[in-house]
Each structure stands twice: as structure tokens, then as C-alpha cells.
Nanobody, 124 residues
């Protein structure tokens, strides 16, 4: 089992940058593929980015491709989401998620463990 805690959210102007972190408990962090999701008010939760257990393969939603970067540091039990060129439509609560698998899933139902989320607000 793994527990996840996100941090790094906040208020930023359009065009700005943020780096989200998700720290995991437990000694088996490297056993998990990870994903970042987001949910805006009144909208469904959607995938933003995902990374395999080894970190060798990543996935990005079209809406963030070229602007966001997911990475992981297995020695620190942490996954990151670097967000640049932020837009007002990126405003949402951002969640990290883990699944005990080599490969990530593009769907929220593919993940067993979730953090509480961190709010990102981008002002225009």
C-alpha cells in the first residue's frame, strides 16, 4: 500500500510556471506506475500525464503536451509535474495517483491509490 501527498499548487498568472510534487510513503514506490490527473469544478477528472514504473515511458494529454513534464525520483519516493506556459484553463485540483504495475493507465479507474489533491489557479 502507498500513501500519496501532493504539494506545490498555488495561484499563478497566465504564462507562469509551477512544479507539483507528490511524495509517497512506503518502500515499494518503484513498484508503481504513476499518473497526474486534474478536476475542474463541474467537470470530470481527466488525465494530465503518466509515467511508467521505471520512468522510461511517459504519456501526456494533448492539452498539456509540450508544456508539462512528468518525472519521478525513485530514490526520493517522489513524482513531479513541471508545468510551464500555464493557461487559465489549467485551473483545477491536481491529483497524483498510483497503480501497482509496470505500465500506466490513461483512465482514473486504473489507479488504486490517490492523493488529496493540490489546487492550481491560473489567473488571466
Amino acid at each position: 500500500q502507498v500513501q500519496l501527498l501532493e504539494s506545490g499548487g498555488g495561484l499563478v498568472q497566465a504564462g507562469g510556471s509551477l512544479r507539483l510534487s507528490c511524495a509517497a510513503s512506503g518502500r515499494t514506490f518503484s513498484s508503481y506506475a504513476l499518473g497526474w490527473f486534474r478536476q475542474a469544478p463541474g467537470k470530470a477528472r481527466e488525465i494530465v500525464a503518466a509515467i511508467t514504473r521505471s520512468g522510461g515511458s511517459t504519456y501526456y494529454a494533448d492539452s498539456v503536451k509540450g508544456r508539462f513534464t512528468i518525472s519521478r525520483d525513485n530514490a526520493k519516493n517522489t513524482v513531479y509535474l513541471r508545468m510551464t506556459s500555464l493557461k487559465p484553463e489549467d485551473t483545477a485540483n491536481y491529483y497524483c495517483a498510483a497503480r501497482q504495475s509496470q505500465y500506466y493507465s490513461r483512465h482514473s479507474y486504473g489507479y488504486n491509490y490517490w492523493g488529496q489533491g493540490t489546487q492550481v489557479t491560473v489567473s488571466s
